[in-house]
């Protein structure tokens, strides 16, 4: 079975709180459970209930983390990832090039004074870091356990890794951080096409994305619409559209109002919500 789980689901910033409480205030992760291996998305702040749950077990934790690309966002969950910090447990941690900076000189560079107390490099379990190069191909396991992961770019101050991820004949495709062009980005329509869950960047609704509700464009930021992910969603053949990183001056209504107009143009769409589980077997 392939079950996907989602703890982190903002964008930008953490964003608790009463008018936040149904869709969750974490940001970016996302558990994927290809049988019994683990694949992480992401390690926003929403990692931390991720590592309580693994820890709470009492078992040896082996996972591969596939970040997306290294802004605040999607990274600053990671110095209490508490798997991190125990013997025998292993991590493999993928990411592209940030502009100058590899994966491993972010995160090191997060934990380095005066931004924390432990240093990376005082984390007691196994961490491998790899660099991805776009369009490479990850193989995770061998036989009917094996778990392919494939990546491309796509449109995002300083570059972001969309990923599909396979197993026993079901896909998971996680694009987020993307902003739309004039036309559908081939390579996305590619990654995405006839995927069986499709988790999208949603940040903005049309309004905002335009400056119509605000006076603040938000052409060049990054980031998509509810609108654009449903389109795509039809374009592809995907049987399942969820909407990802919502806005954090969006309140648990306002979110709902993106899902429900996101439905007019696909029907299967559902907006993440903190502890939305999707099983695929």
Not at 161 to 172: D, K
Not at 215 to 224: E, I, K, M, T
Request: aromatic share 8%; hydrophobic share 40%.
């Amino acid at each position: 079975m392939l079950q996907v789980r989602f703890w982190g689901v903002r964008g930008s910033i953490p964003v608790p709180g009463p008018t936040t409480v149904k869709v969750g205030g974490n940001t970016s992760c996302v558990e994927v459970r290809c049988g019994k291996k683990l694949i992480i998305l992401d390690a926003g702040t929403g990692i931390k209930g991720l590592g309580e749950s693994l820890i709470a077990k009492k078992e040896r934790v082996e996972a591969d983390i596939f970040f997306s690309h290294v802004h605040w966002d999607h990274i600053q969950g990671f110095p209490f990832f508490v798997p991190a910090m125990i013997p025998g447990n292993k991590l493999r941690l993928y990411g592209g090039r940030n502009v100058t900076a590899t994966l491993e000189e972010t995160l090191y560079g997060q934990m380095n004074f005066p931004n924390f107390p432990v240093v990376i490099g005082d984390l007691a379990a196994r961490i491998e870091f790899h660099d991805l190069r776009e369009g490479e191909v990850v193989t995770i396991g061998k036989g009917k356990d094996r778990v392919t992961v494939r990546n491309a770019k796509l449109n995002h101050p300083n570059g972001v890794f969309s990923y599909r991820i396979e197993y026993g004949g079901r896909s998971v495709v996680y694009a987020t951080d993307n902003e739309h062009y004039s036309i559908p980005d081939p390579r996305l329509l590619a990654l995405a096409s006839k995927a069986d869950v499709f988790i999208y960047d949603a940040q903005y609704t049309p309004e905002e994305y335009s400056g119509e509700t605000s006076g603040v464009a938000r052409l060049g930021w990054g980031h998509s619409t509810m609108t654009v992910g449903a389109q795509i969603a039809k374009l592809t053949g995907v049987k399942k559209l969820v909407l990802f990183h919502h806005d954090p001056s969006q309140d648990d209504k306002a979110v709902a109002d993106k899902e429900r107009r996101a439905k007019k143009i696909f029907k299967n769409t559902v907006a993440a919500r903190e502890g939305l589980v999707i099983n695929l077997r």
